[in-house]
């Protein structure tokens, strides 16, 4: 374990979030950032990544509504950015990036798992096996670079986003998505000890990723709050239904989007979702 001071203000003036016997989560007096302190250091956080297996299952049950969740992020950079080179990272088996090449990208993928990254790479995907702190990235390169659920896993958030920025073309955008702690410390306070993961190293609110982005350079286009679009097949899930049924049920990616949208009236956001330039 390692202690670290604040990532985004440097300083280690912290209250305690939570306490239990798995982590320790406190929040940075100076900005606000919430995050696991002490924590895994490197060696640790190798262990835990040398076992980490997606669901692969799951995944495949729910591609059609992966699918719906990859066209819409595609649709929403396109505001931006209408074609070029695109660096997925954290980019598993490589669904998105399949999506995005579909659509005529030039795709490219940094994964973890060597595993993930095998499979993704059958695929015909240029994939780098490691962390985005060892990959090496040619300055300016990238029109678009995206990373869904991956910055609260990052040991320094700010190095990678500013390893990010130098990647990207001038005028390039970063698109991501995180867990968003607004949601889960208003409405989920009982149960965040289920919410909060070990391996999440970070926990950001719209405040605290805002601030970080500009730390790094980026102009925010971008940032809202929404319910998680891949929860559908998950609940039905839980709920008893099958997963060969989630597979083949016609009408879930139709229910998908106005479900969706109630669920965001109820105030049930929680992702953040962020678009922001260089
Ligand atoms: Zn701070």
């Not at 406190?26 to 990544?49: A, S, T």
């Not at 719906?68 to 998105?96: M, P, S, T």
């Not at 891949?230 to 709920?239: A, N, V």
């Amino acid at each position: 374990m390692e202690e670290v001071s604040c990532d985004i203000c440097g300083i280690d003036k912290t209250k305690n979030i939570v306490s239990s016997d798995k982590f320790n989560i406190v929040q940075c007096q100076g900005c606000g950032l919430v995050y696991m302190n002490p924590r895994p250091d490197k060696r640790l956080l190798g262990e835990y990544y040398a076992n980490y297996y997606s669901d692969l299952k799951g995944h495949y049950e729910e591609e059609r509504l992966y699918k719906c969740r990859f066209k819409e992020r595609l649709d929403a950079i396109k505001k931006y950015k209408n074609g070029g080179r695109l660096l997925d990272i954290g980019c598993g088996v490589g669904f998105f990036l399949q999506s995005a090449k579909e659509r005529k990208w030039q795709v490219s993928g940094i994964e973890l798992s060597s595993l993930s990254a095998d499979i993704a790479r059958s695929s015909g995907v240029d994939v780098f096996t490691g962390s985005i702190e060892d990959a090496d990235l040619e300055s300016g390169s990238f029109d678009v670079i995206t990373m869904w659920h991956v910055i609260e896993h990052l040991q320094r958030p700010s190095g990678a986003l500013k390893k990010i920025y130098r990647a990207l073309k001038k005028g390039g955008v970063l698109a991501l998505e995180t867990p968003n702690m607004d949601y889960y410390f208003k409405f989920k306070a009982d149960k965040l000890n289920d919410v909060l993961r070990r391996e999440h190293l970070y926990n950001f609110s719209s405040r605290t990723l805002t601030r970080l982005l500009e730390n790094s350079g980026f102009t925010v286009l971008n940032l809202e709050q929404k319910p998680s679009g891949t929860d559908l097949g998950g609940m039905l899930k839980k709920y008893g239904v099958k997963g060969y049924l989630v597979k083949h049920l016609p009408f879930l990616s139709v229910i998908r989007e106005p479900l969706m949208r109630f669920r965001g009236l109820l105030g049930q956001n929680e992702v953040i979702v962020a678009y922001a330039k260089k």
